[in-house]
DNA sequence: ACCACTATTATTACCTGGTACTAATAGTAG
DNA sequence: CTACTATTAGTACCAGGTAATAATAGTGGT
């Protein structure tokens, strides 16, 4: 045996899940073993065949890139007062953090709150115009960030105040201070 | 005939774009033509076959999903001088921008600053701690923001001060100081 | 040494969703 | 009646499989 086949396999899932568009003839030379084997290992560690995976490539992704693209909020947001108060939740996972350690990216933790600043805004169109933000304590993955924006002041010249704070269970992780540009409905007319 | 040729070939277009897992048979007794026709359609329109639309769409969306979670840096980083500047161009796409009016979401620009300013720490570890940003023009669906970052001060204290601009041609859209902490290599030692 | 058993490989028939090519047919305009 | 376009049909072939059956290699136990 070139290498035992518990060994094999587990191989086998590891490089089908980082490259599912791999066929079963590319696996079969890449273990020196023969298609059929690779055919069966598939069936016991129930891995669907290329067409398969790659099609759910294709509709998971889908969902994914709505998380952190398309989304108005990136997490969940759980609670809405309009031109008051929100509370979004977004769970930390590995693609949201480094490598190495698994740390959250500054980033993330900025699109959830700034997303949520913005949503939090009853106007046509909101845009940020400045933040100040502050990363209190890293967050690892599997932690859930709870973002908390409120309104802190309704200028006249068409602006918001908004202060987003982001804990982990009772730590806070993440202050900012967003300025939000919105274009009022009264203006607008 | 039941529809115009090139009626068909209209529809056809649509119907492949908002449901790319669609086969040449389904279209067939959907426009109520041989499947033939379909193909010769695919070909007139160059329409790939099923299987390399659905492939498509999964390195697609595999993109898409790295321009905010799984690339160390958000952009193309053109040019980079560890621990004194780094230059990165990011093209603003639809799912980066709100889809109400194309203005690219303020988080997004944020990523790009973000991510270059902790490319540009040559140290283990670079986390951020603290960030100011100015967003100062909004920026559109298509067009292309250089990031330029620089080092302003390295602290005794193991934390660096970083300025990013970034601009769309001449005009800047965003202004940023970061503060970055490093896990310097002397320390970890 | 022999048997049992597992792992592996080979072979064959069949499937989907196509490509590539050739040929026949229908409809329409000049 | 002819030329031309649009459509349909049919055949051979391909990738990347499923499903099932059988043969072979290697290993452990007694």
Redesign the pocket.
Known sequence: ??????E?QQELLQTIEQNPF?????L?TRF??????I?????ELKI??????IKHVATERLDDVRTLTENEVIGDMIDLKLDTSAISILEILPEHAFSRNAIARGHILFAQANSLAIALIDDELALTTRANVQFTRSVHVGERVVAKAFVSSHRQDGRSDITVESYVGEECVFIGEFTVYRSSKEESK
């Open positions: 045996m070139r290498v035992p086949k518990k094999r791999i066929t079963d003839e590319a079969a020196r073993v023969s298609i059929q084997t055919r069966l290992d598939r069936m669907p065949e290329l067409r398969e995976r």
